[in-house]
């Protein structure tokens, strides 16, 4: 059973957020629990390996970071960015070995 309520603090507290006036509850029983939300901000491509990677390192190994960076809605733009530094890294790396596998074919026909 869920009811809505929405609670208004009082306008003559000083240091509050204008932002923070307004919070609305959402009853569960016999609990209200704030209704927070994240942003339905669509994500325009599924993270690549070294993406999900990130994202499950920083889950098992860092969760106060994790947490933080999912509540702020900044952990998909940080795997994002690791996976396509991880894509750029590696395209650098195989045209490396393809020079040097050019040069040393060379080396062999001469």
Request: charged share 25%; net charge negative; with cysteine.
């Amino acid at each position: 059973m869920r009811h809505e309520r929405t609670d208004t603090a009082s306008a003559s507290q000083p240091g509050k957020d204008k932002s923070m006036d307004e919070i609305t509850y959402i009853q569960v029983g016999d609990y209200l629990l704030p209704a927070i939300a994240l942003s339905d901000a669509p994500c325009a491509l599924p993270l690549g390996r070294y993406g999900r990677m990130h994202k499950e390192y920083l889950r098992e190994h860092k969760p106060a970071l994790y947490a933080s960076l999912l509540l702020t809605e900044q952990l998909y733009p940080l795997c994002r960015e690791v996976d396509e530094a991880a894509a750029h890294r590696l395209a650098a790396i195989a045209d490396r070995e393809i020079a040097h596998e050019v040069i040393l074919a060379e080396l062999v026909y001469c």
